[in-house]
């Protein structure tokens, strides 16, 4: 078993940064690729962001060029930089963390981007 922690959230103005922060313990795969998600109020969760354990990243159009996901193999943590960010942005925000058929999700994070 793996379990996720996320923190970070919060209430920002537009135009304003955030970093989240995703903990990672347990039976912990070093290859596994971790990933960042939203769920808007009436929406779809969608991949915001993912990163490989090799570094390889890949993000939504719509955050490409204000976020940043990186990570930290020997801390088993990813981050997610979020700068510029608009009121679309606001959403809960979930990690999760796969490798083959195991996949894990932490409790998700609540980002509010509002004046």
């Known amino acids: 078993q793996v379990q996720l922690v996320e923190s970070g959230g919060g209430l920002v103005q537009p135009g304003g940064s955030l970093t989240l922060s995703c903990a990672a313990s347990?039976?912990?795969?070093?290859?596994?690729?971790m990933g960042w998600y939203r769920q808007a109020p009436g929406k779809q969760r969608e991949l915001v962001a993912m990163i490989t354990a090799g570094g390889t990243t890949n993000y939504v159009d719509s955050v490409k060029g204000r976020f940043t996901i990186s990570r930290v193999n020997a801390k088993n943590t990813v981050y997610l930089q979020m700068n510029s960010l608009k009121p679309e942005d606001t959403a809960v925000y979930f990690c999760?963390?796969?490798?083959?058929?195991?996949?894990?999700w932490g409790q998700g994070t609540q980002v509010t981007v509002s004046s």
């Open positions: 347990g039976s912990v795969n070093s290859r596994n690729v």
């Open positions: 999760r963390s796969w490798y083959g058929n195991g996949e894990y």
